[in-house]
């Protein structure tokens, strides 16, 4: 496929096929996305089968490319018009897998112990298959505002799929329920994730003689102390009740430099992870921690390298009074909370909408071995969809005025 936007070929007047067969359908196709070239897969044939399932329904289908990310494409379904409406969204990637662990085929759906085994039961494909089931019995019914299914790329890997949208401003709506795996109960907040490069390049000289180079890793000792410093700042200013981990965090997670011990070490680097609450700024984080290292690499004369491995993802918070949330916790029985994890939740939200995460299957099966959905949650996450739907696209209505 080529050009900014694809519609999808559909088989007049066919329909999706049950929820087990979709999920099977989806979990068959391999999709995983990964930073290994070696593991990396397209996920062209997955937006596609819901493509063909979606545009029957009515859906009108588009199917856009990632830029500078061939093989990869996002998936935007409409049904209705309006300027509101609900956004299901997805995504359609899963990770890599190691099948000596799988007591099964990962790629094929398997029914054991009242559950559907699969790489991408869970994490995330099996919320299209509900998502479809929930949206057959509005196809003929007139909706006030629209319905959207969204389907994106590479959430495992880099993220570029949800950040394509965002950057390009598309699928406006007012509401926008991410299926992430959360046991059914909404979320309305999560820490940020920032992994950080930190090199620095001095000069090797033999080590009975100091003044023969400049040790990059006498340096990076020193930045560690730094960093140190400015986590226990950021604990004592950023505190949330609502997380277990109620403070930022700051993990020291790789480190390498030098090669001989009797050689002074000329280039040492420093791999660090930060979990940023809701309400700090990423970029004011990078720029604390340089206005820390910088003079220390000037003072050392170290050249100095700081850049983040891979964009990052900002914290998200929805407001416990916003309309969604309210709705999801009387739809669920249970309140708003956080989670560890992250979302594509920022980037709809930079869109203007009202975003929640929540959707069925658990988040300790994601990433796994034998990863399944619990056959317990599919019908009341097709309920619960369902209703959703009909609040917000058919009744248009706002959160006091809930049916039961």
């Known amino acids: 496929m ?16 049950g929820i087990r067969d979709m999920i099977a359908s989806l979990v068959s196709q391999p999709s995983i996305s990964s930073a290994s070239p070696e593991w990396d897969h397209s996920n062209e044939s997955v937006v596609q089968t819901l493509a063909h399932w979606l545009e029957p329904m009515g859906f009108a289908v588009e199917i856009l490319p990632v830029p500078g990310m061939p093989g990869k494409y996002n998936l935007i379904a409409t049904l ?3 300027s509101g409406g609900l956004v299901l969204s997805g995504h359609t990637d899963t990770v890599p897998y190691d099948d000596k662990r799988w007591q099964s085929d990962p790629f094929k759906l398997t029914d054991r112990d009242d559950r559907w085994y699969g790489l991408g039961t869970c994490d995330m494909k099996g919320f299209f298959a509900l998502a479809i089931e929930a949206a057959k019995a509005f196809t003929g019914t007139p909706l006030k505002q629209p319905l959207i299914i969204l389907a994106t790329a590479d959430e495992e890997s880099s993220i570029n799929g949800a950040r394509a949208l965002a950057e390009s401003g598309r699928t406006k709506a007012r509401y926008a329920v991410i299926g992430e795996p959360t046991g059914l109960k909404p979320v309305r907040m999560h820490k940020g994730i920032m992994m950080e490069r930190l090199v620095f390049d001095g000069q090797s000289g033999h080590s009975s003689d100091p003044s023969l180079g400049r040790n990059a890793m006498e340096g990076m000792h020193a930045a560690i102390g730094e960093l140190l410093t400015l986590r226990g700042e950021w604990q004592n200013r950023y505190q949330n009740p609502n997380f277990d981990v109620q403070v930022p965090t700051l993990n020291l997670g790789c480190i390498h430099g ?29 720029q604390a921690i340089l206005d820390r290292i910088q003079p220390l690499a000037r003072e050392r004369n170290l050249g100095m390298r700081f850049e983040p491995l891979f964009d990052g993802v900002p914290p998200f918070e929805t407001s416990p009074d916003a309309a969604l949330v309210k709705v999801c916790e009387r739809l669920t029985g249970h309140s708003a909370q956080s989670v560890a994890f992250a979302t594509e939740a920022p980037w709809l939200q930079k869109l203007g909408m009202e975003t929640l995460v929540m959707g069925p299957g658990y988040i300790d099966q994601a990433h796994q071995p034998d990863e399944y959905l619990d056959l317990s949650q599919v019908k009341p996450a097709v309920d619960i969809l369902s209703r959703l739907i009909q609040h917000f696209c058919v009744d248009d209505a706002s959160a006091a005025e809930l049916k039961s």
Do not use: T, W, Y
């Not at 080529?2 to 096929?17: D, F, L, M, T, Y």
């Open 2 to 17: 080529s050009g900014e936007k694809v519609r999808a070929n559909a088989v007049a007047g066919a329909q999706p096929p």
């Open 80 to 82: 209705g018009s309006g």
């Open 258 to 286: 030098g090669d001989n011990p009797n050689r002074i070490c000329a280039n040492c680097e420093l791999h660090f992870d930060l979990r940023p609450l809701p309400g700090m700024q990423m970029d004011e984080l990078r």
